[in-house]
């Protein structure tokens, strides 16, 4: 089973524009929600992470939305550039446990 | 600072025959992770240290994987057969621990193809 879903698994974006990826949890002891970019040959490097005491949380161009009560957790990254182009992770832990991981998404900002 | 410093970055081995993969985490980063990524795919914890103690292996194949972290330093996993379908990026990371526990830097990986 799937902890954390994932979607969607690829994403065109123009430069300039908004990314969105969505992110769906089942466990309500989840307290700590990640996003980490991935490069190729490259390991994953933390973006941006969210605790379920707030709904959002904004960084740059970088933001989380975060809804507890219908277990979702979202990227965006606003005014997209092609250095974004990269498979971006959610993920997600209860205390004292391991990351869960989501498939990912591959976004490919073009110009 | 250095990051985490995996090595070798490619391994290219036949079936059934083992190979290592070291990891050098952050410096005074108690806990280590160990994780698997398929190609497409998340990574996936394979083992965790804290300090020198195994506290999650319980997604590591003991029957051909296994993994040490003396002196609560370094670490390496070995696999012993390899197969086939152990072709995947392997990851090292690591944290701090307390308030930061959640927070994991990853090293590059050790890529593994196995003919």
């Known amino acids: 089973q799937q902890q954390v879903k994932q979607s969607p698994q690829s994403l065109i974006v123009q430069k300039g524009g908004i990314s969105i990826i969505n992110c769906a949890y089942e466990?309500?002891?989840?307290?700590?929600f990640p996003w980490y970019q991935q490069f190729p040959g490259k390991g994953p490097a933390l973006l941006i992470a969210?605790?379920?005491?707030?709904s959002e949380k904004k960084e740059g161009r970088f933001t989380i939305s975060f809804n507890k009560s219908a277990k979702q957790f979202s990227l965006h990254i606003m005014d997209s550039q092609p250095g974004d182009s990269a498979t971006y992770f959610c993920?997600?832990?209860?205390?004292?446990?391991?990351?869960?991981f989501g498939k990912g998404t591959r976004l490919s900002v073009i110009a | 600072e250095a990051g985490v410093v995996q090595s070798p970055r490619y391994k290219i081995i036949e079936k059934k025959q083992p190979v290592a993969f070291w990891c050098n985490p952050i410096?005074?980063?108690?806990?280590l992770y160990w994780y698997l990524q398929n190609l497409g795919q998340g990574p996936e914890l394979l083992i965790r240290?804290?300090?020198?103690?195994?506290?999650?292996d319980s997604q590591l194949p003991k029957d051909r994987f296994s993994a040490e972290r003396l002196k609560g330093v370094d670490s390496t996993l070995k696999i012993q057969p390899a197969e086939l379908g152990d072709s995947a990026v392997y990851l090292c990371?690591?944290?701090?621990?307390?308030?930061?526990?959640?927070?994991?830097?990853f090293g590059a990986g050790t890529r593994l193809s196995v003919l």
């Open positions: 990371a690591s944290s701090l621990g307390g308030l930061e526990k959640n927070i994991q830097y």
């Open positions: 466990n309500t002891a989840f307290d700590y």
């Open positions: 969210i605790r379920p005491d707030v």
């Open positions: 993920a997600a832990s209860k205390p004292n446990t391991p990351l869960v």
């Open positions: 410096s005074g980063h108690n806990t």
């Open positions: 240290y804290e300090n020198e103690e195994a506290v999650d």
